[in-house]
Nanobody, 120 residues
Framework: QVQLVESGGGLVQAGGSLRLSCAAS????????MGWFRQAPGNQRELVGS???????TIADSVKGRFTISRDNVRKTVYLQMNRLKPEDTAVYYC??????????????WGKGTLVTVSS
């Protein structure tokens, strides 16, 4: 019912930048939250940042000041601008949305993930 397509991952040197995008499609009535999680090998999935309708943003302390999250409500797309990347930012990044579809309450949907590798 809700499809998420991520793009923008890849290999970058430490100190570089990448921009991730995630476009949502389907029979979406409302997107109450859009954001990003990441999971490094051997670690649990953790929140990177999210933005709810109205603009309130949550950013993890580990990336605060380096990463910025934004969303385009018309395009149903969320972005993650990652600057001054560090090797410890290496992970699979997953798009997450909380969406309402007709006939259902809001629930989580996940993208397939995009790999970000930061070399030292």
């Amino acid at each position: 019912q809700v499809q998420l397509v991520e793009s923008g991952g890849g290999l970058v040197q430490a100190g570089g930048s990448l921009r991730l995008s995630c476009a949502a499609s389907g029979s979406i009535f409302r997107l109450s939250s859009m954001g990003w999680f990441r999971q490094a090998p051997g670690n649990q999935r953790e929140l990177v940042g999210s933005m709810i309708t109205g603009g309130t943003t949550t950013i993890a302390d580990s990336v605060k000041g380096r990463f910025t999250i934004s969303r385009d409500n018309v395009r149903k797309t969320v972005y993650l601008q990652m600057n001054r990347l560090k090797p410890e930012d290496t992970a699979v990044y997953y798009c997450n949305v909380v969406a309402e579809v007709p006939g259902d309450v809001g629930r989580d949907y996940w993208g397939k993930g995009t790999l970000v590798t930061v070399s030292s």
